[in-house]
Structure formats: structure tokens, C-alpha cells
């Protein structure tokens, strides 16, 4: 079949009068001329999204420093591809797979890895990482990179989900939310606060980034509180789990808060900001923002769990891979090792205050031994979870976000979960099971 | 009603309209020059479309972020070459279409309407895998070539010159002219508006272009201006007065664009002969 | 009989040899005056078309495009029993039938209303084209806003003439409604343009005509100015018809398909199977079945204009 299809194309080649037809679109990742011409210089390509300004500075600041530490040996050649607010990195990625161009050293969202360990894109790099390395990562980060029992691709920093609380809100009303972990609100404590604090234009919370990736992102989590998740751990099966009791419950919830208005479906993205919401489920991103608006005083406490349930939290980043392309996958491994040691953990957090991905990292971060920005890391090194181990991902993670969405905006919830676990297992089964 | 009261009527009622429709451009353009904090806080009011605050910040920092000015260029550079040589080609085929007799003319008419249906989301990764194997991934030729014949256009410009009066076209060929000196000679001027229209339309079209840029270009050399805005929708926090910086300097060289194409509007009437 | 039709032939040839030159002049430029986008729309649009009619066939996963699989028409049995294909399907037609008529009629009457010589005819032309050229972001945001079911502008309005808050974009009853009407407003300028431009080919002199004959406005509109019009309409019913069956970007962007699959639409569902799920063999069948109706939709409405 696939030699059909390059004959063909071969064909509309000649056709096109270009004649270059011959082209064997093998060559693998640019810049690897130097290696096979005898030279020691390892030339790598490394393709990763473009993000902020500051998050774009630092991966730069750190391939220079990876570029002399190995000056003569390996060369890195970082690549910024738009990102967009869509799926573009994504389809870029799909074209090089097809035309087989991806780079050596390829930059990939968290919860793709399993996609792209399953499709044998990405190659497996326990070999490159110690034991104490692995200890080292903050849990989530592993959860998140391994598939099958390899590990893949680690994680360049971490993120996680806390609940921000207006200060004045607050102390209007005389409630002090809890700065100790085992303290945590529980859902039914969070619901007071909102109810009372609901009022006068003020949302009792903000808690929708988007309609998309964010509502498994921070979501999920609260099926994991009630003691289920939305698959099963080994990411098989959805039946019995998205749409269990206890997932119900948690639906449930969501959608009270919903029909009592506790909070905007549609928010400007500056509604806390501004005052306008009591608390705000949002991330260690928003803080930068927050000293534009002087009037506003904020707090953070931790991310509301089932009562009796388990603590846990959102996580989940950008991770990086060696593509199956590469012909230098030990060198390529240096450099993911690079980026993502300690050093580079530490100039990444600091430079866009998101937390770090190793445990040591913290030493060199003592703001984040201090309230408000303890509460992140109690989370992220102790009871965060990644996002669902799936090639089945992109599938489950669209399919729950728009039954949630229907959900807060009033569909059945049963109804709207059932359908989520029989279009997940029907993708699976199609496309996953051996 | 006289003439004036008709007049004074139409006026009324063209503004009245205007307003409902330029607003969003309106409120692009004033949030463009308000600092990050007032876009959102301004909204509920009629706040939102006065420059209060006035300032340029959003612009430095665009223009800080990425070399806008290259990325219009480029924009302007190949959208430019699409939509010209679309016009070119696609009028000549236009033209056959609508007043050449040849056997199958029919089937490509027929073919040509039905070509515009295909969904380009199908073609997209075929259409990639066509210009990886010409070798022109990362050159101008794979975001030029394949989007010069343009099956909308041959089939405006077809719908338009069946109206050109048999006649006059009649006359010339007696007369010994060539096809192609008809068409150019008579057709052609007589054909301002559908020109400028088409040329518009095309225009617009590829200065949206996003999926595709992604897809055929990796370096910085060959970016166009979609690809600078999508650069300000990264993880949150998202800087909405750099967004509205960007989006209002990148669509006012349409608005230039269709403000000089209006001259071919009247041209169309004058030349044809009939009274301006 | 093969000399019988030579003869006649001959006998037609040497009664008109210069009709005859001229006809075989005309046929040859017919054909040199196609070949340029002829060729270039089969290299670049007809051959990825016939590739993903074959990849329809295949069970195709955009990361393994070495596991290309070919299996029949499988994705069609799938596709057909696929209640979303159906909701999809319903959702793009009750689209189209709303959308082109409306459209169409509001575009005739921007054209209409900017045809005339007013001083600001440039400026009120530009409104009316703005939401063409504006980022289809920036007009998302605030209708989102205008939309919002808890403290929208539109409510604001509303609740003045004493009606409750709609949900609008998140209800599966009105989301389509709110999509269509926000739609007409933002794309009948670019039909208006098309409109002006055929506008600009009716000569002033019969309009005057007329109106020294006694019609009035009314008349003069529905006997000079629309049949005039009549191959423009063909065309802008045409296109608009296909621009509105492609619906993508406003329920992308605004309601993501929902809620409830509500604004669901074919092309949506080509996209998300095809890019975002990375199946590409099941996408492009749906490509194909889509294809099909429209080509049908398009070649009987032609008929139909013609027949009238």
C-alpha cells in the first residue's frame, strides 16, 4: 500500500515537470552531514513550541550553555515552531512523521507521550537515566513520561492547580482558608464559601480557562478525589470508571456549582482580577499578571478535594523525547538529559514562575519554602497526579471536555458520561488493543 | 420623495448599519492603544470603543516579541504573487469557460464547481505529501504554486463575463482578432470590478493562511503574519493588547488594499462606455 | 455511414471555411486558454483529492504511516452507523438552508444600499466589509461576550424589555440560531462585495429609462435590476452554499461543537478525526460522503436556477 502511494507520488513529481522525483525521503533529520563525513561534531535538530517571551529566552540561555559545555562534540540546533493556540505543533509533527523528518530531539505535550511511545515515534531512555536521576523527579513527572513500564520522556518543569482567593472577599465574609495541607477545603466547605460570597457581580469562583485541554487538565482530578478516575490505570478502558458512581458524583458537583451561578461559564479571562470572583482555580502562570491590578490582594490555598477523599492536585508539562529518527539517539539523550537537569529546572522556574520538575531543584528556590507559593510545592512533590497514561488520549481528552462542558451548561449527567466511556473504548478497541 | 429626502434616508440608514459592523474592528483598533488591564475592565461599557488611556506599549512590545515588518513582507511578497498571477491564470480560464465553444466544456465547468467543495482539511496531508517529494518544503514555491489556479475565481470570473454583450466579441473576432487579443483588449477593461473583486476575495483568503505556513515552513525566514500573531497565543497568561497590536497592524493593509481597489469600481462603468 | 458524416462534414467545411477556421481557432484557444489552471488544479487539488478517496479505504493513523492498512469499506460500515455523522450532517444542512437564503438577501441589500452616490459610500462600504477582514478571534471574543448567558449585553437588553437571560451559546436549543445569526452578519460583506461588482455592470441608462417610464424604486429593483443580476446570483448562491456547508471556524472557536453536538458540523467532525484523533482513513471518508452530498446539493440547485 505505502509503495503505491510513493509511486504515485513519484509519478505526480515527473508529472509536475520538477523531475527530482528520485528523492529517496529518507534522509532523516537535518544537519547530520557532519557526523558521516568522519567529522566528531554531532549536529542534533530540536523542535519545541514557542511560548512566552521569558520561557523562550531561558531554553535558549540553556541550548548556548549545553552548546559550549559540549563545544566540538555536539551541536543542538533549536528549531521554535508557532504554536498557536490550536493544534499546529501537533500537525507539524504528523507532516514530519509522514515525510520522515522529525527531528533528533523533539519537544511533546505531556499527556502525547504515550501516543508517541505507542506509535513508536519517541524511543525509550531508561538506559541514559540513574536511578537517583528518576528519584529525583518530582512523581508526576514520571507518571506522566512512562509508558508500559519505559520511561520516555521527562518532563522540562511542572504545573499544577491551586485555588486563589481574594483576600478582601475574604475577610469580608470572616473566612480564612487553610494554609496546611490536611486542612484542605473539601468540595462541600469550597460550596460554602461560594455560596456566601456569591453576590453583588461576584462569581463565588472562576474556574474555566478554556473549553478545550483545561477541563481534563483540572478536572479529572475530582474524579480522583472520589476515589475513581476517568480510565482505568492501565488505560484500557473508560466503562465503569468516567461514568462510575462516584465519577457521577463528581460531574454532579460541577454541574451544581453551575446551575446555582456560582460561576461564569463564560468569564473574561480578568474576571478575578478585577474582583469580580471570590476564589479562582488557576495556576502558577497567572501570578505574573496579578501585580498589574494593585487593588487586588490575593492568597493561595490548596486544590479542593472529596471529603474523606484523596488529596491530589492537577500536573502535567511539555516533555522531551529522542524521535525514533534520529541517528544519534545517545547523543540526543545528552541533550534531553541537559534539558532537563537540575540547572535547567532551576533557570526555567525562575524565569516564568512555574514549579520545578526535580526535587533538588527546590534547594535553589527558597521563595518556594514560603507561603504563598509553599502550597505549590507541597503539591507538586507530594500529591499531584499526571493526566491519563493513553495513546488514546487525544480521544478521551476531547470527548470528556465536551461532556463536561454539556454538563455545566445542564445536559444528563450519566447520559453525557456514558457516552464519553463507549466513544473512548470503541476508539480504543479500533485503533490500541493488541 | 425627492431626491433629497431619499438621499437623507439612505444616509441614516447606512450608518445606523456601519455602526453595528465596524464595531469589532473599532474596538480592536481602541484596545490596541489601552494598557493590558483596561481591555476586559472596559468592556461592559461604551468605554470599550473610547481610547481612554492611550498608550503604545502593546506595540513596543509586539514589535520587541518578533520582526513584524519581515513578517509582512513576506505576507505581502507571496499573497501578492498568489493572487496576481491568479488572476492571470484563472481569468484566461474563466474566459473559455464562459464564451469559447470546445468540445468538454461542459465537464470542466461542471468539474470546476465540484473542485470547490472538496474540504481542504481532507487534502491538506496528500497536498504535503505532493510538495515534501517537489522538494519544496521550506522555499516560497509550496506556499505559492499550489494555490495559484483557484477553482472560486475561474468560476466568478466565468459568471461575470457571460454577461459581456456576444456582440462586441463577435465584432472583433470578424474583425480578425485573436482570442487572446479579445480577451485582452476588450474583456479586460471592460472587467474592472470582477478584477478588483476577485483579486480581494483571493487576497484576503491567503493573508488568513495558518495551517498550511506551519506545515511547509520550519525557519524563521519564510514566516508570514498569522504565524507572528499566533506567537501571542502561547500558555496563559495570554497579553490581549499585544494581540490586538498585532491583529490591528496586520489588517490595515487590507483595508489600504481594498480602499485603492475602489477606484476599479467606477472604472468598470466609465470604460464600458456607458455613461459614468 | 462513416462517409455519409465525412461528406457532410466536407460539404459544411467548404460551405463556411472561414466559420470553420474561425471555430477551430476558437477551440484551440479553448483549450490553451484552460490548460494553465487545468493542469495546476489536477496536480495540486484533484490528486490529494484522489489520495484521500483512497485513503478512505485504509485504516490509516497519521503517526504510523508505515501500518497503512487497507481494509474495504470499513469506514464507511462505521461511518454510516455513527449517530454524530447523522447529528453532523443534520446540523450543516439546517445551517446551509438558514444561512444562504438570509445571507444572500442581507448581502443584496448592503450592495443596494452602498450603490448609490453618497459621499461616504467608501466608508459605510468598508464597515460592512470589516467583519470579513477582522481576525475571526477578535470577533469571537465579543460575541462570546454579547452572548454571555450570565451578564451579556445582549441579556442587558433583554431583561430592559422585561424577558429573562438566554443561555444563547450554551443551550443545545439556541447555539445554532445564535451561530447563524452572528454568521450572516459577519460574512454578508463579502457577498455584498460580489453583488457590487455585477451591481456595477447594469448601465445607469436603463434605470433612468425606466424611471422616466414610471416604475418606482420597487419596480425598477425587481424588473432591471435583478434579472440583470441574474449570473452574479447564480454565482454568490453558489459559493455561499459551499462557504456554509464548510462551517468550521465559529463552532470551532466559539462552541467547540457543543453542547450536545449541537453545533456539530461535518467539517468539524472531517478535522477532528483527521488531525486532532489522527485518523486519517476514517476523516477521509467522511471527506468523500461529504463531497458526494454537496456535489449533488450544487448540481441540482444549478439545474434548478437554469430550469427557472
Not at chain 1, 475530582?222 to 475513581?228: D, K, L, Q, R
Not at chain 1, 478575578?272 to 490555598?301: C, R, V
Not at chain 1, 526535587?359 to 519554602?369: F, G, H, I, M, V
Not at chain 3, 446540523?91 to 448592503?110: D, E, G, K, R, W
Amino acid at each position: 500500500m505505502k509503495k503505491g502511494i510513493i509511486a504515485a507520488l513519484l509519478a505526480v513529481s515527473l508529472l509536475a515537470g520538477c523531475g527530482t522525483g528520485g528523492q529517496t525521503n529518507n534522509d532523516g533529520p537535518e544537519g547530520n552531514g557532519a557526523a558521516e563525513t568522519g567529522s566528531e561534531l554531532v549536529e542534533l535538530a530540536y523542535w519545541r513550541p514557542q511560548a512566552g517571551e521569558e520561557e523562550d529566552n531561558a531554553y535558549v540561555q540553556r541550548v548556548e550553555a549545553f552548546n559550549k559545555a559540549y563545544e566540538g562534540k555536539i551541536k543542538l540546533n533549536m528549531e521554535v515552531i508557532t504554536r498557536g493556540n490550536s493544534f499546529a505543533y501537533e500537525d507539524k509533527i504528523n507532516a514530519a512523521v509522514a515525510s520522515n523528518t522529525l527531528p533528533d530531539v523533539v519537544a511533546l505535550d505531556g499527556p502525547n507521550v504515550a501516543n508517541y511511545a505507542a506509535s513508536e515515534i519517541i524511543i525509550p531512555l531508561d538506559e541514559y537515566f540513574t536511578e537517583e536521576d528518576m528519584n529525583d523527579f518530582v512523581p508526576s513527572i514520571v507518571q506522566q513520561g512512562s509508558y508500559q513500564g519505559k520511561f520516555y520522556a521527562p518532563g522540562l518543569i511542572e504545573s499544577s492547580v491551586v485555588l486563589f482567593y481574594n483576600k478582601k472577599i475574604m475577610d469580608k465574609y470572616g473566612i480564612t482558608p487553610p494554609d496546611k495541607i490536611e486542612n484542605a477545603w473539601t468540595w462541600d466547605q469550597w460550596y460554602d464559601v461560594m455560596k456566601q460570597t456569591a453576590k453583588d457581580g461576584v462569581f463565588g469562583t472562576n474556574m474555566i480557562n478554556d473549553k478545550g485541554e483545561w477541563m481534563t487538565y483540572a478536572f479529572e482530578q475530582f474524579w480522583i478525589s472520589n476515589g475513581t478516575d476517568i480510565v482505568n490505570p492501565e488505560g484500557t478502558e473508560a466503562e465503569g470508571w468516567v461514568n462510575s458512581g462516584q465519577g457521577i458524583e463528581a460531574a454532579s458537583f460541577l454541574q451544581k456549582l453551575a446551575n446555582e451561578k456560582l460561576f461564569n461559564i463564560d468569564p473574561k479571562p480578568t474576571e478575578f482580577e478585577e474582583g469580580k470572583a471570590a476564589t479562582k482555580l488557576g495556576g502558577p502562570w497567572n501570578i505574573p499578571g496579578f501585580k498589574n491590578y494593585p487593588d487586588l490582594e490575593w492568597g493561595i490555598t490548596y486544590f479542593p478535594k472529596k471529603a474523606g477523599g484523596t488529596q491530589t492536585a492537577p500536573s502535567g508539562s511539555w516533555a522531551v523525547g529522542v524521535s525514533a529518527n534520529s541517528k544519534h539517539p545517545k547523543e540526543a539523550a545528552e541533550a534531553v538529559k541537559w534539558l532537563t537537569n537540575k540547572d535547567s529546572s532551576v533557570v526555567l522556574a525562575k524565569s516564568i514562575s512555574m514549579p520545578a520538575n526535580r526535587k533538588s531543584a527546590y534547594e535553589s528556590l527558597p521563595e518556594y519554602d514560603e507561603l504563598p507559593l509553599r502550597v505549590i510545592k507541597e503539591q507538586v512533590t507530594t500529591v499531584s497526579r499526571a493526566r491519563p497514561v493513553t495513546p488514546a488520549y487525544p480521544v478521551l481528552t476531547q470527548k470528556f471536555a465536551e461532556a463536561l462542558t454539556d454538563i455545566m451548561m445542564g445536559a444528563e449527567v450519566k447520559k453525557s458520561l456514558d457516552s464519553v466511556a463507549a466513544t473512548y473504548d470503541d476508539e480504543y478497541k479500533r485503533n490500541f488493543a493488541e | 420623495m425627492t431626491d433629497r429626502t431619499v438621499k437623507l434616508l439612505l444616509n441614516l440608514t447606512n450608518i445606523v448599519m456601519s455602526i453595528l459592523f465596524i464595531t469589532p474592528l473599532l474596538w480592536m483598533v481602541v484596545s490596541s492603544f489601552k494598557p493590558e488591564t483596561r481591555i476586559f475592565a472596559d468592556l461592559s461599557s461604551i468605554k470599550a470603543l473610547l481610547p481612554l488611556n492611550f498608550t503604545l506599549d502593546n506595540y513596543k512590545a509586539a514589535f520587541d516579541r518578533i520582526p513584524m515588518m519581515k513578517y509582512l513582507n513576506n505576507s505581502i511578497f507571496y499573497v501578492s504573487v498568489i493572487a496576481i498571477s491568479g488572476l492571470a491564470v484563472n481569468s484566461i480560464c474563466g474566459y473559455a469557460l464562459a464564451k469559447l465553444h470546445f468540445k468538454g466544456r461542459e465537464f470542466i465547468l461542471s468539474a470546476v464547481i465540484a473542485l470547490m467543495i472538496v474540504p481542504f482539511e481532507s487534502i491538506l496531508m496528500p497536498l504535503y505529501f505532493i510538495v515534501n517529494n517537489l522538494q519544496w518544503v521550506d522555499t516560497w514555491p509550496a506556499l505559492i504554486v499550489p494555490f495559484v489556479a483557484n477553482s472560486f475565481s475561474i468560476f466568478m470570473f466565468r459568471q461575470f463575463f457571460m454577461d459581456i454583450p456576444n456582440e462586441i466579441l463577435e465584432s472583433a473576432s470578424i474583425d480578425g482578432s485573436s482570442p487572446m487579443k479579445t480577451f485582452v483588449s476588450i474583456v479586460v477593461p471592460l472587467s474592472g470590478p470582477v478584477f478588483a473583486t476577485v483579486f480581494i476575495l483571493d487576497f484576503i483568503s491567503h493573508w488568513g493562511d495558518f495551517m498550511w505556513p506551519i506545515l511547509v515552513t520550519t525557519g524563521e525566514s519564510l514566516r508570514n503574519v498569522q504565524l507572528g500573531i499566533q506567537t501571542f497565543f502561547t500558555l496563559p497568561p495570554v497579553f490581549y493588547g499585544q494581540i490586538m497590536a498585532t491583529l490591528t497592524f496586520t489588517t490595515v493593509p487590507i483595508i489600504l488594499l481594498f480602499l485603492l481597489l475602489q477606484k476599479y469600481y467606477v472604472q468598470g462603468i466609465t470604460s464600458s462606455g456607458i455613461k459614468g | 455511414m462513416q462517409t455519409a458524416a465525412s461528406t457532410k462534414a466536407l460539404n459544411q467545411k467548404s460551405e463556411s471555411a472561414s466559420l470553420g477556421r474561425q471555430k477551430r481557432r476558437e477551440t484551440v484557444a479553448g483549450y490553451a486558454f484552460i490548460t494553465p489552471a487545468v493542469i495546476l488544479l489536477i496536480v495540486f487539488l484533484v490528486l490529494p483529492f484522489l489520495f484521500a478517496i483512497l485513503f478512505g479505504f485504509t485504516k490509516f493513523n497519521l503517526l504510523r504511516p508505515d501500518k497503512i492498512q487497507f481494509i474495504g469499506f470499513e469506514n464507511y460500515k462505521i461511518l454510516f452507523q455513527d449517530s454524530l455523522f447523522y447529528k453532523s450532517l443534520f446540523n450543516t444542512l439546517y445551517f446551509t438552508a438558514i444561512v444562504v437564503p438570509v445571507q444572500c438577501a442581507v448581502a443584496l441589500m448592503l450592495a443596494l444600499l452602498v450603490n448609490h452616490r453618497l459621499k461616504l459610500r467608501n466608508a459605510y462600504r468598508i464597515a460592512y466589509f470589516s467583519p470579513v477582514v477582522t481576525s475571526m478571534t477578535v470577533i469571537a471574543i465579543l460575541w462570546i461576550y454579547l452572548y454571555n448567558p450570565n451578564e451579556g449585553l445582549i441579556n442587558s437588553a433583554l431583561n430592559f424589555f422585561g424577558i429573562p437571560n438566554q443561555p444563547f451559546l450554551r443551550s443545545a436549543n439556541q447555539a445554532m440560531h445564535s451561530i447563524i445569526f452572528m454568521s450572516v452578519w459577519q460574512a454578508a460583506g463579502y457577498q455584498m462585495m460580489i453583488f457590487l461588482a455585477g451591481l456595477q455592470g447594469i448601465p445607469g441608462d436603463l434605470n433612468e429609462a425606466s424611471s422616466i417610464d414610471g416604475a418606482n424604486k420597487f419596480q425598477q429593483l425587481r424588473f432591471i435590476t435583478l434579472p440583470s443580476l441574474y449570473n452574479v446570483t447564480v454565482f454568490v448562491l453558489t459559493i455561499t452554499t459551499i462557504q456554509a456547508v464548510k462551517l468550521f471556524v465559529q463552532p470551532y472557536i466559539m462552541t467547540n461543537g457543543g453542547p450536545e453536538n449541537s453545533t456539530r458540523t461535518l467539517a468539524l467532525l472531517i478535522y477532528q478525526q483527521g488531525f486532532q484523533f489522527r485518523n486519517a482513513g476514517y476523516a477521509s471518508a467522511v471527506s468523500v460522503i461529504f463531497f458526494l452530498i454537496v456535489v449533488f446539493i450544487s448540481f441540482s440547485m444549478k439545474k434548478f436556477l437554469r430550469d427557472k
